[in-house]
């Protein structure tokens, strides 16, 4: 966390790809590994303002605080701004102007939601392993998009009580991976 604020101790630049990873990591520390649900609101805040300018790199990061927001929300019971936070995290999706690449984007988006790599496999592996830190990592690319999926409204094969029920179970997993490390 402290290489986190020292990088953004030099100023924030919104059009730096970097920059926005650094704000969503201190945001998804605070929330998943210090279980600081109001401070992690907080540093979201500072990027999920920024519009959809059509630069997928920088949106990833967007997007991943966007997502971390309506989950906090949601779970504090605010469904009007969670709402509004997930909202936003779609305002990428229909980007494209061009009508095939639009259709392209949108079954690829499809498939992307309803069968969405939840990292099974590695986690299972470095699990086996006893690699701690690897299966943390894998785990976190999991909560997130999970996260994603949550705030993105589910999808054809994860009912919102499932998606519900992983994210607890992998919040639970994540944190308990922390005491180990």
């Not at 949601?74 to 009508?99: I, K, L």
């Not at 990292?119 to 976190?140: F, K, P």
Request: aromatic residues 4%; proline residues 2%.
């Amino acid at each position: 966390m402290q290489d986190i604020s020292v990088r953004l101790g030099r100023g924030l630049n919104v059009k730096s790809g970097s920059n926005l990873r650094d704000v969503r990591d201190l945001a998804h520390t605070l929330y998943v590994d210090l279980d600081d649900s109001e401070n992690a609101l907080q540093v979201c805040n500072i990027i999920t303002g920024l519009p959809f300018d059509g630069n997928f790199g920088r949106w990833t990061w967007i997007q991943g605080a966007l997502s971390l927001a309506a989950h906090i929300t949601h779970e504090s019971g605010d469904e009007e701004t969670s709402a509004a936070y997930a909202q936003a995290v779609r305002a990428g999706d229909a980007a494209e102007s061009d009508p095939l690449k639009a259709k392209l984007a949108a079954e690829m988006l499809q498939r992307q939601l309803n069968e969405p790599n939840l990292y099974d496999r590695e986690i299972h592996r470095s699990a086996e392993a006893g690699d701690g830190h690897s299966e943390r990592e894998w785990r976190v690319l999991r909560l997130d998009q999970l996260l994603y999926l949550r705030a993105h409204g589910g999808s054809q094969t994860l009912s919102e009580s499932e998606l519900d029920r992983r994210i607890r179970n992998e919040l639970i997993a994540v944190r308990g991976l922390n005491l180990d490390l």
